[in-house]
């Protein structure tokens, strides 16, 4: 995989990797930026997000498990020091659908954040990555 990253103006980036899909970030305007855009960490969080949604998603369809909706909120803390990484990551699962199989939700998501997420992995090598389910009918 390859990527490249460009710089618009002050601290405006665009990057592009192998799918050719520019994506834009920028920092603070305290700090030079103009505050347009998603920050680089801001970024990792909705990666981590993309990516275990997606295994759920592809988990849970081959399990034949229907949804109405889906969604996936993260909270995160960071160290206070330099590099301000993160030490703490909470996933909250949220489905809405009639019926929906606990056991079959659960056994998706752990399979996403146990095997298949690379982006969890990654992270869990920094950080605790707690995760919970709240499914409403």
Same mark, same amino acid.
């Given at each position: ?5 460009v710089? #618009?103006?002050?601290?405006? =980036? ?6 050719? $899909?520019? !994506?834009?970030?920028? %920092? @603070?305007?305290?700090?030079? %930026? ?15 997000? %993309?990516?275990? %949604? !997606? ?6 369809s081959?399990?034949? #498990?229907?949804? @109405?909706?889906? &969604? *996936?909120? *993260? ?6 020091? $330099?590099?301000?990484? =993160? ?31 690379s #982006?969890?992995? !990654? ?9 919970? *389910?709240? *499914? &409403?009918?």
């Open positions: 995989m390859k990527a490249k990253i710089n #618009v103006k002050g601290l405006t =980036f665009v990057g592009k990797a192998d799918s050719s $899909h520019w !994506m834009v970030m920028d %920092g @603070d305007e305290k700090f030079g %930026g103009f505050n347009a855009a998603v920050k680089p960490m801001e970024a990792v969080l909705i990666a981590l997000g %993309g990516c275990t %949604g !997606m295994d759920v998603v592809s988990i849970l081959k399990m034949k #498990v229907k949804y @109405d909706s889906f &969604e *996936i909120e *993260i909270n995160a803390d960071r160290t206070e020091d $330099h590099p301000k990484v =993160f030490t703490k990551i909470e996933l909250k699962y949220k489905f809405k659908g009639k019926d929906l199989p606990r056991d079959k939700i659960e056994k998706a998501i752990r399979l996403s954040q146990e095997r298949y997420c #982006v969890s992995a !990654m992270l869990r090598k920094v950080a605790d990555i707690k995760w919970e *389910i709240e *499914i &409403e009918d």
